[in-house]
């Protein structure tokens, strides 16, 4: 199969406590991002407010078990999280603020060879994204289990 | 006559308390299931213009011969069909389909469906133990039904009619040679949701099957009727079981091979999964704590595990994106799976909650709803996407609290009322893609889904074409595969099957080909095929149609040989397949006049308007994804991704013109007294010329 499996290269300089603190912000209503997520009984489209919430919905992604027949059958979440990566880095970079990701995001991606392959591109979206996260919960001094338990019951 | 009938269908009026029946031959001529639903509708339901909530609104619930028999992926099906609370901006008649064990049981019992009208003074359910039918008291004087969610309901029902018995067996009748069984009965009932009259209440079936669209658990409440009960000693009497037998090896041997799994595109379920794949919601058989169940007769196992660890037990599909929607989307992937238990528990439709949330975050978001706002909602929107937030959403909407007094309607009427649906509707923002109903699979693409949904009373959900079409061909390039089959020799493979057309131009989805003569033949072709096939034989929607099979020499799967194989093994009849498609045509016509008897008008054909413009900035419904189907552009087939189309007011409004037309309608969209009459439905043209409508 022609599918890539590609590690992500770029290293994102840690950003300052400002930086941090507007990379985590909720944008405003008419500055939010749509995904969708596919699946074969249907499409659901979602509003996404903030890098956090990118992140939980590449979370729900399995596209990239592809080749691991055992683990796309037995995972219940079966589906793709869809967002094209030249889409998200622009929303990262003219309402997150954060050019560097935004960059980064359009340089990773443009190392897969097949301009349609999408599994490997949200592996780069997600682990670059997610990786700028954590930067932002070490800088803000933000404890990522308790805040991960802070969502589920709040 | 062993023909796959039981022979009778329960009349059941909680008014008077009186239990009837009505012979099935006087409805055999629709095959069963949905055609026979509307046939008994439009005799029992006298004016049709009452409103879903009106006493002398009839609810059915009808099988066909192919239920309670070992016809693949068709055991199980029950078609459920009244006027809807649900529908909007008219509650339409419409319909729902479930699958799990209620119709075959039904069948063991003696009926082939079931009809209930009038209104009980109060709560009620229907105990049916094969030719024994009970209206029992389901108040807290009573069984004490009444407020429970659908789980505990259906649990306290095993126990009533199980008797407490020790045994595993129990015997119903005075020895047990009358019968014995050692199987729960199958229950349908309504949570908080119906007896509250929400508009988008679900009836609910053994965990997450369920009749979802259309607001029949606000039905069952408005006649204060919390459940059905069936339990069935009996058997289904086969026409030819050899032939039925011979049939099924047949379909073993090409459908699914077992030992050999070969999937479409590597990863990727084919439609034929089986074997305990449990393939929509993922539960392999060897998952820990988990055991994938079906419905009955069926292999293929979509729901959900259920075990003592298990979360959302049974639920499948949608109902477990609830999780997604009311959590995972606001920054919780650890939202809990009990956000879809809660949901099932109430009854509700998830479609209608999982597209209001979106929409009201927006509205929070824009300053226009939260406490003291334009809309005034105490709702804790800043905790969005919490366990605790879906428990007070879910809460205000079932109980009529906070804006779910409003919400309670469903989205397109709480829209309206605040002023809300003009802007929000074209924008996008509210997601509503015809008759009040959510935006499913996408109309300017899948224009037959769109069409066929405008042109109804709900979204379609019939996953044939989508599935061949859209989905295998968008997901073979997004995993770097090759597609199945190049375009021209997909369309000619599945066109040659679309009886008695077999036109592959049908299959056009090209920006000019959707409005196209040959696409009217399509959508008209769609609906009948689907009418009969699927919802009056009642395979089910994820089993049939067998289009593209892994399986099989050049990928040809088993329609349309399969459909009407099983059906005449079964009845001892000789249908065609084009014969299916025919009565499908007469049953689609026969739902068109009862529309027109409740006051359809073409405007009722018209999708919603964001479907027609590029919104900018971004709106809820504009996304980019690919969605890759075959046009025939230049003199030749390819795939293409038709992503960001727009549909067009005028070719639409052409479009159903001449829909209109091919279907014999008149300029209006009303089957014309002689269209009805050709179909052998001069009762609905007697009643139609009667009413001054033809």
Known sequence: MAMEFVTVDAKLAIPGVEAARAFLQECGFDDRLVGVLMKASGMLPMDLYSLEHVLSFFAYDNSDAIGDEAAVFQERRLGVSYLAPGRLARWISEVVG??????????????????????????????LVSARVLQCYEVLGIDMEAETASATSR | ????????????????????????????????????????????????????????????????????????????????????????????????????????????????????????????????????????????????????????????????????????????????????????????????????LVRYAALIHE??????????????????????????????????????????????????????????????????????????????????????????????????????????????CFDTWYQAQSGVMWGNPAASPSNTDLLQQYGINAWEPSMQLPWLVGLYKQGILGPGKEIDSNLPFD??????????????????????????????????????????????????????????????????????SALGDRDINEHDITWVLYWHTSMAPLYGQPQALPAKEMVEMIGATLLPYADPMMLDFSDEGIYSDNFVKFVSWHRAYTRFWKQSAMYCDWGITDWLNPWADGYKGLTPEIEPRFYNAVTGSDTSFEQGVEMGTKIWNLDRAIWYLQGRKPEHDLLAEWQFRRQTPAAHSTYEIPYIMPVYENGEWAYKNLWGRTLDHAKYDDFLKRYYAFEGWDANGCPTAETLKKHGLDKAADELAAAGIV
């Open chain 2, 383 to 452: 905790q969005v996407g919490s366990d605790a937030f879906n428990a007070a959403f879910l809460d205000c909407i079932v109980n009529g609290t906070d804006i779910g007094a409003d919400l309670k309607e469903g989205a397109a009427r709480a829209a309206t009322k605040w002023g809300r649906y003009e802007q929000d509707v074209t924008s996008g923002d509210l997601a509503i893609a015809m008759h009040g109903y959510a935006h499913h699979y996408d109309a300017r693409t899948e224009f037959e889904w769109g069409a066929g």
């Open chain 2, 207 to 316: 965990g997450g099957g369920g009749a979802g669209q259309g607001g029949f658990g606000a039905v069952f409440g408005s006649k204060n009727l919390k459940a059905i009960s069936v339990i069935g000693t009996g058997q289904v009497a086969i026409a030819d079981p050899q032939a039925l037998m011979e049939a099924r090896a047949w379909w073993h041997e090409n459908y699914f091979d077992w030992d050999d799994y070969k999937p479409s595109l590597p990863g990727l379920h084919s439609y034929g999964e089986g074997g305990g794949g449990g393939n929509q919601s993922g539960g392999a058989l060897r998952n820990v704590g988990q055991r994938p169940i079906g419905c009955m007769g069926c292999t293929k196992l979509c729901h959900g595990g259920r075990s003592a660890t298990a979360e959302m037990p049974g639920s499948s």
């Open chain 2, 1 to 196: 006559m062993a023909n796959g009938y039981a022979g009778k269908i329960l009349v059941v009026d909680l008014s008077s308390g009186e239990i009837s029946s009505l012979d099935t031959a006087d409805y055999a001529e629709y095959g069963g299931g949905h055609g026979m639903g509307s046939a008994v509708f439009f005799d029992l339901c006298e004016d049709k213009t009452i409103s879903a909530f009106d006493p002398a609104n009839v609810i059915t619930f009808m099988s066909g011969p192919i239920q309670g028999t070992l016809a693949p992926f068709g055991a199980g099906r029950c078609e459920v069909q009244a006027i809807g609370p649900q529908p909007w901006p008219v509650e339409w008649f419409t319909r729902s389909n479930f699958g799990g064990r209620f119709s075959g049981m039904l069948k063991f019992a003696g009926w082939d469906g079931i009809a209930v009208t009038g209104k009980a003074e109060k709560p009620v359910w229907i105990d049916i133990r094969d030719s024994d039918v009970t209206v029992r008291d389901a108040s807290e004087t009573g069984d004490a039904l009444w407020g429970l969610g659908t789980y505990d309901a259906e649990s306290r029902i095993y126990e009533l009619v199980r008797g407490g018995e020790e045994s595993d067996w129990t015997t119903y009748g005075a020895s047990r040679d009358s019968g014995r069984l050692a199987q729960n009965p199958a229950v349908v009932s309504c949570g908080q949701a119906g007896e509250n």
């Open chain 1, 98 to 127: 954060d050019r560097e990701l935004a960059e980064a995001i359009e340089v990773e991606a443009a190392r897969i060879e097949d301009p349609h392959v999408y599994p490997p591109r949200m592996r780069i979206m997600r682990e």
